[in-house]
Nanobody, 116 residues
Framework: QVQLVESGGGLVQPGGSLRLSCAAS????????MNWHRQTPGKERELVAT????????TYADSVKGRFTISRDNAKNTLYLQMNHLKPEDTAVYYC?????????WGQGVQVTVSS
């Protein structure tokens, strides 16, 4: 079955960096656009970044543009999110997402906390 497993979260000071990873299995990873979302308590889940199947095109939320970089390694079935210049407002649970059929697939989420 489809599995998405995030890792790399944690506590970091403002201005610091983290790299999230999402290990994918159970589907043709290199055939799908992949996405990172995030969610804080009481708020709707927010789309942070997207990357097409062959990495030809990426998009970012305005709130992270210039600070976050999405990438993927199709040989390793792994999605990444490099997060630099982190701010307290980036604190959230980050989710890896694949628009698989018949239902979308989501990872379990990884906590990122930006605090001094």
């Amino acid at each position: 079955q489809v599995q998405l497993v995030e890792s790399g979260g944690g506590l970091v000071q403002p201005g610091g960096s983290l790299r999230l990873s999402c290990a994918a299995s159970g589907f043709l990873f290199d055939a799908y656009q992949m996405n990172w979302h995030r969610q804080t308590p009481g708020k709707e889940r927010e789309l942070v970044a997207t990357i097409t199947a062959t990495s030809g095109s990426v998009t970012y939320a305005d709130s992270v543009k210039g600070r976050f970089t999405i990438s993927r390694d199709n040989a390793k079935n792994t999605l990444y999110l490099q997060m630099n210049h982190l701010k307290p407002e980036d604190t959230a649970v980050y989710y890896c997402h694949a628009p698989t059929w018949p239902t979308d697939s989501w990872g379990q989420g990884v906590q990122v906390t930006v605090s001094s």
